[in-house]
């Protein structure tokens, strides 16, 4: 396991920012430091899952990613004066995990999206809302729960109900998500990953 990977799964605080400023001063990619970053707080997880580490240690896990996303964020920072389109982003109704979401946030941003974030535990009333006041041509669900699935779903059928389907793609993201989610929910793409994400909204914005 490498150094900063192992820094973050025994939350130290002092040391993971630290690490985290000498890889970019080392020039390297942020999206390899972010995964770093990403395998240790899925280890955080495991421990949690097995009684290793309790609720305390997970928000601690998320405080210290959070510190490691304001260390990235000004990297990160793209070309503001080209919008390659706009996304409406949020994580699904009874799921507040947000760390991925903000980093995908960061990611699509650099890359040129305009980006409208709802934030977390968002109903699907409120999706359908921006969906008519921002008029985006991507919406993107994050969920790390797999007992929010039915949220991503619901949120999906409501977006249909209300007549605006044909006039989003809609993208699910996060830990979780899989392509037989994909289906079952009717969204038009899935990825466990944020980089691949903003690929993925590139491409359906030429579909
Ligand atoms: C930190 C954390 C928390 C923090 C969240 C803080 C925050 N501000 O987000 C707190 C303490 C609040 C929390 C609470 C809970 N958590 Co929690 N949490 C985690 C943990 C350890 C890390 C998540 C994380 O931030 N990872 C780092 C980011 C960068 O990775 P990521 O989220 O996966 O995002 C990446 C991709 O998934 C993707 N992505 C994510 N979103 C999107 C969106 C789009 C559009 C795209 C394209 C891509 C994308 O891009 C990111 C970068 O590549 C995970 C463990 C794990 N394996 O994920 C558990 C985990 C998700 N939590 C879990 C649980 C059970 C809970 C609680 C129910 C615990 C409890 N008993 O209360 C509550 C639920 C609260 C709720 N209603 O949502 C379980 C879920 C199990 C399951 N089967 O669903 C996990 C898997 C831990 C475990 N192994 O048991 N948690």
Redesign the pocket.
């Given at each position: 396991m490498n150094e900063l990977t192992k820094a973050v799964v025994e939350l130290e605080h002092e040391s993971v920012p630290e690490m985290v400023r000498n890889e970019l001063d080392a020039g390297i990619p942020v999206e390899e430091i972010?995964?770093k970053?990403?395998q240790g707080?899925?280890m955080?997880?495991?421990k949690?899952?097995n009684g290793e580490y309790y609720?305390p240690e997970?928000?601690m896990?998320?405080e210290l990613?959070?510190s490691v996303i304001e260390i990235i964020r000004p990297v990160l920072t793209g070309d503001k004066t080209s919008t390659l389109g706009k996304i409406v982003?949020a994580t699904v109704k009874?799921?507040?995990?947000?760390?991925?979401?903000n980093?995908?946030k960061g990611f699509a941003e650099a890359s040129g999206f305009d980006v409208c974030d709802l934030g977390v535990?968002v109903a699907p009333e409120a999706i359908v809302d921006a969906i008519s006041n921002e008029k985006p041509d991507i919406v993107?669900?994050?969920?790390?729960?797999?007992?929010?699935f039915d949220s991503i779903e619901k949120t999906i059928t409501t977006i249909k109900k209300a007549g605006v389907r044909d006039q989003v793609k809609i993208?699910?993201?996060?830990?979780?998500v899989s392509g037989e989610l994909k289906e079952w929910a009717g969204a038009d793409a899935a990825?466990?990953?944020?980089?691949?994400?903003?690929q993925?909204c590139k491409k359906l914005l030429n579909e």
């Open positions: 972010i995964e970053c990403r707080m899925e955080v997880g495991e949690f899952s609720l997970l928000i896990a998320g990613f959070n982003l009874d799921d507040i995990h947000d760390i991925g979401k980093v995908f535990d993107a669900l994050s969920c790390l729960l797999t007992s929010a993208i699910i993201g996060g830990a979780p990825t466990r990953s944020a980089a691949e994400g903003v993925l």
